[in-house]
């Protein structure tokens, strides 16, 4: 088993939907939430960040942790096309040394 | 914010050669860096964690003496894929951690597409 899962997709929305992007894991000891987005050909760039659980917004970002559950989203309101990339979440723990684990990435498509 | 600057972006080499990539953090001081390889449509796979000063340390499975890493500054860490074979094409990525940013402060490189043909 993975230390943590994320569907790949690929996930194909039209404008304006809402979109929902999810992981699970199974390290009890991760504390650190990330969710980056990856642009093709490109490295990933850091857009949302959590600690332990509980939600974050940031304009239409919103990520929640539910520690309990070991599941993690990022939701995505009014989705545009320029949306359309490879979100990744990842995840670290402080006894680790701050190593960050990533999942597959899920590749999410907006359609005009 | 902190940037990160990879070097070559793309790199097309021969079999049998080797090629050097280079990792550079413009705005901070960076005395952990970390160099990720990623196979199309599949997830960053760390390959080793390049202390400056001191030994890279390798992950599982990796190949040390394949994929040189040098940390010889505050500021650059060096891959380099000796005696490249097709299967080494990959994309790799590098990542330095500005502490001043605390556990957030993880940066990307843009990454280098590695073709060996």
């Known amino acids: 088993q993975k230390e943590v899962e994320q569907d790949p997709g690929p996930l194909s929305v039209p404008e304006g939907a809402i979109v929902s992007l999810n992981c699970t894991y199974s390290?009890?000891?991760?504390?650190?939430f990330m969710w980056y987005r990856q642009y093709s050909r490109k490295g990933p760039e850091l857009l949302m960040y959590?600690?332990?659980?509980g939600n974050k917004e940031d304009g239409r970002f919103t990520a929640q942790v539910d520690k309990s559950s070991k599941y993690i989203s990022l939701f995505i309101r009014d989705s545009q096309p320029s949306d359309s990339a490879t979100y990744l979440c990842?995840?670290?723990?402080?006894?680790?040394?701050?190593?960050?684990?990533f999942g597959a990435g899920t590749r999410l498509f907006v359609k005009a | 914010g902190a940037v990160v600057s990879q070097h070559p972006s793309r790199v097309i080499c021969k079999s049998g050669t080797s090629v050097k990539i280079e990792c550079r953090s413009l705005?901070?001081?960076?005395?952990?860096m970390f160099w990720y390889r990623q196979f199309p449509k599949q997830s960053l796979m760390l390959m080793a964690t390049?202390?400056?000063?001191?030994?890279?340390?390798?992950e599982q499975g990796v190949e040390k003496d394949k994929f040189l890493i040098n940390h010889a500054s505050l500021t650059l860490s060096t891959l380099t894929v000796t005696s490249a074979h097709p299967e080494d094409s990959s994309f790799y990525i590098c990542?330095?951690?500005?502490?001043?940013?605390?556990?957030?402060?993880?940066?990307f490189g843009s990454g280098t597409r590695l073709t060996v043909v």
């Open positions: 990542s330095a951690r500005d502490l001043r940013q605390g556990a957030w402060g993880y940066t």
């Open positions: 705005d901070f001081q960076a005395t952990t």
């Open positions: 990842a995840m670290s723990a402080e006894t680790g040394g701050f190593k960050t684990i």
């Open positions: 390049s202390n400056e000063g001191s030994k890279a340390t390798y």
């Open positions: 390290n009890s000891a991760f504390q650190y």
């Open positions: 959590t600690y332990s659980s």
